[in-house]
């Protein structure tokens, strides 16, 4: 009993001790982990920046083309698949001077100079620093790894206020020609600015992919983008979403997959029908000819169900005819009588009774047409048999 008791007390100061060195060192951490988005998310690149605009009571548009722009709006445009190519700068420089509010990427600005010359916003190339600090002196440190701090100014003050851009550094800054309404810059340069034109203004973002559903959540990027385009509640926010490209197969199927799935069957049938079969093929049977006897049983049959025996008389001398073409030299070029001679003298069948089987009689009684006929198949078998006796002698010599 005392070891028993010995031994469970050494095992239970050990479970007890395994237990006391795992919770002293373990500890419990979150850790964030990016998942692949789903949904609508998955399908709208804008679907997080028009649910950040109707908790600040934005109403929001989609449009598929700048062609007709609504007034007193503000429109998005960060697509790099949009229309700018193909719309002409004047109708946007109308729109912008009457009251709109034009928002685009720096990459859709650098790509079209005639959006440059108009507004007076032009990139200027400056490669970073690795030695600059990456942030601006009397702003707060970075909260995010990875992210730059950047000065906001108004009417080209300092305002004390600093943003959070996290991204990759930005290999060009921006230069205007117009004192600029609102900005944020870098120690490179200008970064993001609004300038005005007209009754309107022009808002340009230099950092790319900061509108994006994942990057929209990052740093200071939905509170850089209400400051700079200067949203407000009640107003009207308008997204360019061109339509995407489709692809021929994929238009295809859309309008034609039943009859996709049905052609496709029917050649997967088609391909089958002609594969080679497995096993040996089946052996082909020579057609045999069915005795003089069944041939009279057969004829009297077909007399009794349409009761029109000159018909098969007809057929049987149709088929004497061609066996006498194909067994007797020159038969097509002889007449009547010579036709009865020549099938006379092949059968050795009397030609006078030849020639009244072979005459055409509709008139006559059912026993004229049977011995017509049964003597019209006597003569075609006899040439037949005949034939193939000569031929079956000569290979033999």
């Known amino acids: 009993m005392k070891r028993g008791r010995i031994a469970g007390a050494a095992i239970g100061a050990a479970l007890i001790g395994f237990i006391v060195w795992v919770v002293t060192h373990s500890y419990w951490a979150e850790a964030t982990r990016a998942t692949a988005m789903r949904g609508e998310a998955a399908r709208n690149p804008h679907y997080t920046l ?26 998005v445009v960060d697509e790099p698949n949009n229309d700018l190519l193909r719309q002409r700068v004047k109708s946007l420089e109308s729109w912008v001077e009457s009251g709109g509010r034009l928002v685009i990427t720096g990459d859709i600005l650098r790509a079209h100079g005639d959006l440059q010359l108009w507004s007076g916003v032009r990139p200027a190339h400056s490669d970073p620093d690795p030695a600059t600090p990456a942030q601006t002196a009397g702003a707060d440190s970075t909260p995010h790894a990875g992210c730059t701090s950047m000065a906001a100014q108004v009417t080209g003050d300092a305002t004390g206020q600093s943003f959070s851009v996290c991204g990759p550094a930005a290999e060009v800054h921006w230069a205007s020609d117009r004192l600029p309404a609102w900005a944020l810059s870098d120690p490179e340069g200008l970064q993001v600015l609004s300038v005005d034109i007209g009754d309107g203004e022009l808002t340009v973002i230099g950092p790319s992919g ?27 926010l308008v997204i360019l979403r061109p339509p995407q490209a489709v692809s021929l197969p994929a238009l295809l ?145």
């Open 50 to 75: 028009v649910r950040l605009a109707a908790m600040l009571g934005i109403r929001t548009r989609e449009i598929l083309s700048l062609r007709e722009l609504p007034p007193d709006t503000v429109v």
């Open 210 to 236: 900061i509108l994006g559903n994942r990057a929209l959540l990052d740093g200071d990027h939905a509170e850089l983008l209400i400051a700079a385009a200067g949203l407000r509640r009640q107003d009207t």
């Open 253 to 397: 199927w859309r309008f034609a997959a039943p009859a996709i799935v049905f052609f496709a069957a029917a050649l997967l049938l088609l391909v089958l029908r002609h594969l080679p079969r497995f096993g040996p093929p089946p052996v082909v049977t020579a057609p045999v000819r069915r005795s003089l006897a069944g041939e009279i049983r057969a004829d009297a049959r077909f007399i009794w169900r349409t009761r029109k025996p000159w018909m098969l008389r007809a057929a049987i001398r149709r088929a004497l005819e061609s066996a006498a073409r194909r067994h007797i030299s020159g038969y097509r070029s002889l007449d009547a009588l010579e036709r009865t001679a020549c099938l006379a003298a092949s059968t050795g069948i009397d030609s006078r009774a030849i020639a009244a089987a072979l005459a055409e009689d509709a008139t006559g009684s059912l026993n004229e047409h049977r011995a017509a006929m049964t003597l019209l198949e006597v003569c075609r078998r006899i040439l037949v048999k005949s034939d193939s006796s000569t031929k079956g002698t000569l290979h033999e010599r």
